[in-house]
């Protein structure tokens, strides 16, 4: 039991006189400086409860200003610059700058997570891009035992209520970076006056090239040999390097490490709290709220938090979250090598005539027909007619526990080869292997116009930290797959990926079981929010699976399934599929929402929800701006 569950009866201390801004604050906006080089490797968890956790870091403190034109949620974009469909440019593409390099990260990433497109509603029904000005302190932190650290960030508003004393914990969506949960955790905590802390889990976009094992800093920028990076890993100087991305070649299996990851950004929060308002302490998570929130990956991680001992976290928000419950569901890998083989095919069935993007022209894709001979050919279905090799398809999804409006929603992740990269990534985290390495052959490169190994340009690798998503391909760099050729090129290697799923005694496998999740601390406020539509991370295999283990076992949980709603919310501003789904962030902040009302005021936990939505209608050949009424009635 939390160290205060009841949080109504916990008295907290005044607000202290006014006193600026501690002594390590620079004096002028983006201005950084190191409040300690710490050598170390992490400590572990906190102490005594009653304490401010002490972090032995892997780098030191770097600490910014945003303020007078720049802030911590938008960036100085404000909500013009992050609707902008345009990114903001570098004044010197081979070296861009460190304020340019966060500004473009934060587009980047309130860009890939949030529909920020005419209509949708962001910012009118929900949301809002107000900009928040205040400080914001990054560091490197290792877990034990580990060999790469996960990367933790603190955003202290101006606003910064001493008196609520309210931290959000955040874990980055899909392999983002630092900046991958703004959307989301920033978006509803620093307008309110709360802390926000941020972790990588691991992951990020601070890749290296290889030729010369040249990592990321703090500030994003190329760091000079011998300092501090994100990511670390020898050089190979040959050719043909490769390009290494943290998330697949750390070496670490950190899916593994999730829940560990946001315990030590919550504690870190505190330690940053401790700088920002010394005259306020002692700061403990026995007189600090503090809920973990997180979308998609980021879903899973503060899941994986909630089950640790400890008194970290009051409440925990997780929204389509990927998570593996220790008994039920299907391990993401699982489930999307197996779309990755059938999925092209089934939707050229008759059910998916309807479907956004499945047919492309109005018929059936080429490339789904391709599959279908492709697993006609290697005896994995016995008809030869094509749609009754699309409807074979569609049946093994089905019976595999997929429903046709995931497989709907899928096409998003066929239709753009998704799953391939997805499992090759995946598949080399599991395995623990190098970027040279790579199950199945696979490797990232940045290609040349025959497809042969290049060196990047200076404005394709300045870019990598700011632009990239964590998962190549994209900014540059290519997923290289041997096997690829013929008519249906990447068939053979996504057959490889699943292999390596079918081998049960195998390092993928074993990789993945070290990922399953137990079930949230005793009395510890869960809601999961997921998309009935979802196409990436069916809910089935997912957010309902483990929602039903731990409701069963007695959890305080809750579960809000959205229907006519998946997994991208950043799609939404394609009008096909506008007049089809709804967008999943309204419910996110809701939770967050009850989540606070329940530990801050004592209001009981609003109850499961099952929420009828209706999505955009198309009137006169426009698709109609999102109302309220479009999200349904509320929890």
Same mark, same amino acid.
């Given at each position: 039991m939390n160290a205060h569950a009841t949080p109504t009866t916990r008295?907290?201390? &005044? /607000?202290p006189?006014? &006193?600026?801004?501690?002594? =390590? $604050?620079?004096?002028?906006p983006l201005a950084t400086m190191a409040l300690s080089l710490l050598a170390l490797s992490l400590a572990g968890c906190a102490g005594q409860p009653t304490r401010t956790p002490s972090l032995d870091l892997a780098a030191g403190i770097s600490l910014q200003t945003h303020r007078d034109g720049d802030d911590l949620l938008t960036a100085g974009l404000g909500e013009a610059g992050l609707r902008n469909a345009t990114p903001p440019a570098f004044a010197n593409p081979d070296q861009p700058t460190a304020a340019e390099l966060r500004r473009r990260a934060v587009w980047t990433n309130w860009r890939g997570i949030a529909d920020l497109a005419p209509g949708g509603g962001y910012g009118s029904v929900y949301g809002a891009l107000a900009p928040v000005p205040?400080? *914001?302190? =990054?560091?490197? #932190?290792?877990?034990?035992?580990?060999?790469?650290? =996960?990367? #933790?960030?603190?955003?202290?508003?101006?606003?910064?209520?001493?008196?609520?004393?309210?931290? #959000?914990?955040a874990a980055s969506s899909g392999s983002r970076g630092i900046y991958g949960a703004i959307a989301l955790a920033g978006a509803w905590g620093l307008p309110r006056g709360c802390a926000v802390a941020y972790t990588d889990k691991g992951a990020g976009t601070g890749y290296v090239d290889t030729r010369d094992g040249r990592g990321f800093g703090l500030d994003g920028r190329m760091?000079? %040999?011998?300092?501090?990076? *994100?990511f670390r890993v020898p050089a190979a100087a040959t050719a043909d390097a490769p390009i290494a991305v943290k998330h697949a070649h750390s070496g670490d299996n950190p899916e593994a490490d999730w829940g560990r990851h946001v315990a030590q950004a919550a504690e870190f929060s505190l330690q940053v709290l401790a700088l920002a308002h010394p005259g306020a302490g002692p700061w403990t998570f026995g007189n600090t709220r503090v809920i973990a929130v997180g979308v998609s990956n980021g879903g899973g991680a503060v899941l994986r938090a909630g089950e640790l001992d400890g008194p970290h976290f009051d409440a925990v928000v997780a929204v389509s979250p990927n998570i593996l419950p220790d008994d039920g569901g299907r391990a993401l890998y699982d489930y999307s090598t197996d779309a990755a083989i059938w999925m092209p095919c089934a939707l050229n069935a008759r059910a998916f005539d309807g479907v956004p993007l499945a047919r492309p022209g109005g018929a059936p894709a080429?490339?789904?027909? &391709?599959?279908? *001979? !492709?697993?006609?050919?290697?005896?994995f279905v016995n008809v030869d007619a094509p749609q009754a090799q699309a409807e074979a398809a569609r049946r093994h999804l089905l019976q595999g526990g997929? $429903?046709?409006?995931?497989? &709907? %929603?899928?096409?998003? !992740?066929?239709?753009?080869?998704?799953?391939?990269?997805?499992?090759? $990534?995946?598949?080399?985290a599991y395995a623990r292997t190098g970027p040279d390495a790579m199950p199945c052959g696979f490797s990232f490169a940045a290609l040349d116009a025959a497809g042969r190994p290049r060196a990047p340009t200076a404005a394709e690798r300045a870019a990598w930290?700011?632009?990239? !998503?964590? @998962? /190549?391909?994209?900014?540059? @760099?290519?997923?290289?797959?041997?096997?690829?050729?013929?008519?249906?090129? $990447?068939? *053979?290697?996504?057959?490889?990926?699943?292999?390596?799923?079918?081998d049960a005694e195998g390092p993928v496998r074993d990789g993945i079981e070290q990922t399953r999740a137990a079930l949230p601390r005793a009395g510890l406020p869960v809601i999961v929010v997921h998309g009935a539509d979802d196409g990436l991370v069916p809910e089935a295999f997912s957010g309902a699976a483990y929602a039903n283990r731990a409701k069963q076992e007695g959890a305080t949980l809750r579960y809000w399934r959205v229907r006519n709603a998946q997994h991208f919310d950043a799609f939404l501003g394609l009008p096909v599929l506008a007049m089809r789904y709804v967008p999943m962030m309204p419910y996110g902040?809701?939770?967050?929402?009850?989540?606070?009302?329940?530990? %801050?005021?004592?209001q009981p936990l609003p109850g499961d929800a099952d929420i009828a939505t209706t999505p955009r209608a198309f009137v006169d050949g426009t698709v109609q701006p999102l109302r309220a009424e479009n999200l349904g009635e509320l929890p």
């Open positions: 008295p907290l201390p &005044a /607000p006189a006014p &006193a600026g801004h501690h002594r =390590h $604050t620079p004096a002028r205040g400080r *914001e302190y =990054h560091a490197l #932190v290792r877990l034990p035992g580990r060999q790469q650290p =996960h990367r #933790v960030m603190v955003q202290v508003p101006d606003g910064f209520d001493v008196a609520k004393r309210c931290v #959000v914990v760091a000079d %040999a011998g300092a501090p990076v *994100e080429p490339a789904g027909f &391709a599959r279908c *001979e !492709s697993l006609r050919a290697a005896g997929w $429903t046709d409006d995931a497989i &709907a %929603a899928g096409v998003l !992740s066929s239709s753009f080869d998704l799953w391939r990269a997805v499992n090759a $990534t995946y598949a080399s930290w700011s632009d990239g !998503s964590g @998962i /190549p391909p994209g900014n540059g @760099i290519a997923l290289r797959d041997p096997r690829a050729e013929g008519g249906d090129p $990447t068939f *053979e290697g996504n057959l490889c990926l699943r292999l390596l799923w079918d902040y809701r939770a967050l929402d009850a989540a606070w009302a329940h530990i %801050a005021e004592g």
